[in-house]
Nanobody, 130 residues
């Protein structure tokens, strides 16, 4: 069983920045693919970003590309989502998720599907005021 715990959410004004952290348990964290998703009220959960096991491959949705970055520190079993130039439409609960087995594919189309992730955190609220 892998535990995933997000932190760092909060209230920020439009144009501001936040950094989310996600800590995952397990001695093989360095082999996990990690992803961030978000869900706004009344909307489906949507893909935000993903990072492969080494950090050498990163993937972003079009809505956050150029504003968000994703990184990981395998020594700390932690992945980060740096969110800059935040907009009110970024308001959502942000979830971190892990693919703990070897991915069948290493493509955006694979990483953007929630069903491909094995473990999820409880989420952290991000609210961007206008």
């Amino acid at each position: 069983q892998v535990q995933v715990v997000e932190s760092g959410g909060g209230l920020v004004q439009a144009g501001g920045s936040l950094r989310l952290s996600c800590a995952a348990s397990g001695r093989t964290f360095s082999t996990y693919t990690m992803g961030w998703f978000r869900q706004a009220p009344g909307k489906e959960r949507e893909f935000v970003a993903a990072i492969n096991w080494s950090g050498g491959g990163t993937y972003f949705s079009d809505s956050v590309k150029g504003r968000f970055t994703i990184s990981r520190d395998n020594a700390k079993n932690t992945v980060y989502l740096q969110m800059n130039s935040l907009k009110p439409e970024d308001t959502a609960i942000y979830y971190c998720a892990a693919i703990t087995s070897r991915p069948l594919f290493t493509t955006m189309s694979y990483y953007r599907l929630p069903d491909n992730y094995d473990y999820w955190g409880q989420g952290t609220q991000v609210t961007v005021s206008s």
